[in-house]
């Protein structure tokens, strides 16, 4: 039986790893096979492509070449990894996937949305996630979390209102599918997401028809 496709996102220091974490040994334990990956990266190529684009040391990078080169991850990574696993029965979680897109390329760089459509429907085969957790914070919230880590990165370098406008386009979107996306209320504690993300995705714990 196909495994299911679990993405997880959301802004800067909201939690996604913390979460992966907790739900990779929740499904385990319940006797699934899982797949944890990560965008862009999970790949050779992918992850050469994440240095690329994360490296705040190199010369600025278009928004056009941006998105081409997260949807190059993406493609490689949808083909020889994520639905070779599905295909297999095991269960992917991924840190990140195409809703990211939208939400900094869209809505961040102001992309246009139709052109990640395209995207999305070549290069990652329009493959849709069967649920999404979108972990939700107030911008400055997310910031504080992530301060004293490692240097920021060239993305994380963008504005306050770069955020902002992440964030709005990750709940329209929650917003237009709600069936697909669970909202997550990341300024709970860790516990706390765990159980409500963990109560999303029961339901599809149960065999299909
Ligand atoms: N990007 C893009 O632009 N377009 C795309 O298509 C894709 C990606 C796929 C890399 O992503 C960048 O790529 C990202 C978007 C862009 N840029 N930004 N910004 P990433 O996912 O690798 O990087 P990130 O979003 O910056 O991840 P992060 O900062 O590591 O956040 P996180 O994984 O969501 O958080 P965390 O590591 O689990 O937690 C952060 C801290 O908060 C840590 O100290 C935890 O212990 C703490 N924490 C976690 N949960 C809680 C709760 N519930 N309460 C209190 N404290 C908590």
């Known amino acids: ?14 939690g996604k790893s913390t979460l992966l974490a907790g739900l990779e040994a929740w499904l385990r334990a319940q006797g699934l096979a899982v797949l944890r ?34 949807f190059a991850a993406r493609a490689e990574l949808v ?8 295909s297999a029965g095991q269960w992917v979680l991924s840190d990140r996937y195409t809703d990211a897109s ?25 493959l849709q996630p069967d649920r999404t957790l979108l972990l939700d914070l107030p911008v400055d919230a997310g910031r504080a979390r992530a301060l004293g880590r490692d240097p920021p990165d ?34 709970a504690s860790p516990q706390t997401v765990l159980d409500a993300a963990c109560a999303s995705l029961r339901p599809l714990l149960e065999p299909r028809a």
């Not at 679990?6 to 909201?14: H, K, R, S, V």
């Not at 990560?38 to 056009?64: H, N």
């Not at 370098?157 to 990341?186: G, H, K, M, W």
């Open 1 to 14: 039986m196909r495994g299911r496709f679990i993405t997880l996102e959301g802004g800067e220091g909201a």
């Open 37 to 70: 990956t990560r965008e862009p990266g999970g790949t050779a190529l992918g992850e050469a492509l994440r240095v690329v684009l994360l490296d705040a040391a190199r010369a600025p990078i278009s928004a056009e070449a941006e998105l081409l080169l997260m």
């Open 79 to 86: 083909r020889s990894v994520i639905q070779p696993a599905l």
């Open 102 to 126: 939208y939400a900094y390329q869209g809505g961040g760089r102001g992309q246009p949305e139709a052109r990640i459509r395209g995207l999305e429907q070549w290069a990652a085969c329009d």
């Open 154 to 187: 060239r993305i994380e370098r963008e504005s306050n209102a770069f955020f902002e406008r992440v964030r709005a386009a990750y709940r329209a979107r929650a917003q237009a599918e709600p069936t697909r996306f669970t909202v997550l209320d990341a300024s």
